[in-house]
C-alpha cells in the first residue's frame, strides 16, 4: 500500500525559507505514469496546487509561487522536496504531498499533511 | 487560468437525503474533472474522476457527471460518514486548479 509522508519545520520566519521533504514508501517514485506534487491549504481555505516532479526531474509549477518555488527529486531515497524562498504569512498552510496521475490529472495517494506556520 | 466555481459553499442536510454539488469551469476542461472529499484535519480523498469514473472503494452512492464546463457530483442517499468538504479539481490545462469546496453538513 502505497504511503507518503511529509517532513519539516513547522516554524518558519518572515523572509526566510520553508523546505519540506515527502517520503514515498510501499511503492517506487520512479513509477511510470506518475508524477509527484505538493497542494497546500492555508487555515479555514480551500486546497492550492503548489506544482509536481517526475522522477526524472521533470516540473510543471504554479504561476504564482514559480519565481520562489523548486521542486527536486532524490530517486536514491524514495523522495521528493519542496523549496520555497523569502515567505510570507501568506505561505502559512497545510502542505500536502501526493501522487498525481498523469492519464487522467487526478491525485489519488496524499500524505497525511504538514502545518507550516510562517512567524518571527 | 481556470477558474473552478462550486456551489453551494455549504449545504445542511439529513440522513437518506440526496445531495448534489454542481462545479463550473470558467473554460471547458472535457471530462479532466476529478471530486475529493476531506475531514477536518485529514488529507482530501479521491472519489470521483475523469468525471464520472468511481474510485475503487468509494461507496457507488457517489456519482458524477458532466463535460465541458458543467459537473455535478450527486449524493445519492446521504450517510452519517458523508459529512466534510467537497472539491472538484481540473486536469485539462495547467496551472491545475481547485473549487473553492462545499461544505456538507449533516
Known amino acids: 500500500q502505497l504511503q507518503l509522508q511529509e517532513s519539516g519545520p513547522g516554524l518558519v520566519k518572515p523572509s526566510e525559507t520553508l523546505s519540506l521533504s515527502c517520503t514515498v514508501s510501499?511503492?517506487?517514485?520512479?513509477?511510470?505514469?506518475?508524477?509527484w506534487g505538493w497542494i497546500r491549504q492555508p487555515p479555514g481555505k480551500g486546497l492550492e496546487w503548489i506544482g509536481i516532479?517526475?522522477?526524472?526531474?521533470?516540473?510543471n509549477y504554479s504561476p504564482s509561487l514559480k519565481s520562489r518555488l523548486t521542486i527536486s527529486v532524490d530517486t536514491s531515497e524514495n523522495q521528493f522536496s519542496l523549496i520555497l524562498s523569502s515567505v510570507t504569512s501568506a505561505d502559512t498552510a497545510v502542505y500536502f504531498c501526493?501522487?498525481?496521475?498523469?492519464?487522467?490529472?487526478?491525485?489519488?495517494?496524499w500524505g497525511q499533511g504538514t502545518l507550516v506556520t510562517v512567524s518571527s | 487560468d481556470i477558474q473552478m466555481t462550486q456551489s453551494p459553499s455549504s449545504v445542511s442536510a439529513s440522513i437518506g437525503d440526496r445531495v448534489t454539488i454542481t462545479c463550473r469551469a470558467s473554460?471547458?476542461?472535457?471530462?479532466?474533472l476529478a471530486w475529493y472529499q476531506q475531514k477536518p484535519g485529514k488529507a482530501p480523498n479521491l472519489l470521483i474522476y475523469n468525471a464520472s469514473h468511481l474510485q475503487s472503494g468509494v461507496p457507488s452512492r457517489f456519482s458524477g457527471s458532466g463535460s465541458g464546463t458543467a459537473f455535478t457530483l450527486t449524493i445519492r442517499s446521504l450517510q452519517p460518514e458523508d459529512f466534510g468538504s467537497y472539491y472538484c479539481q481540473q486536469a485539462d490545462t495547467f496551472p491545475l486548479t481547485f473549487g473553492g469546496g462545499t461544505k456538507v453538513e449533516i
Open positions: 501526493a501522487r498525481w496521475s498523469t492519464s487522467s490529472g487526478f491525485f489519488d495517494s
Open positions: 516532479i517526475n522522477y526524472i526531474g521533470t516540473t
Open positions: 510501499g511503492g517506487s517514485i520512479a513509477s511510470s505514469g506518475f508524477f
Open positions: 473554460q471547458g476542461v472535457r471530462s479532466f
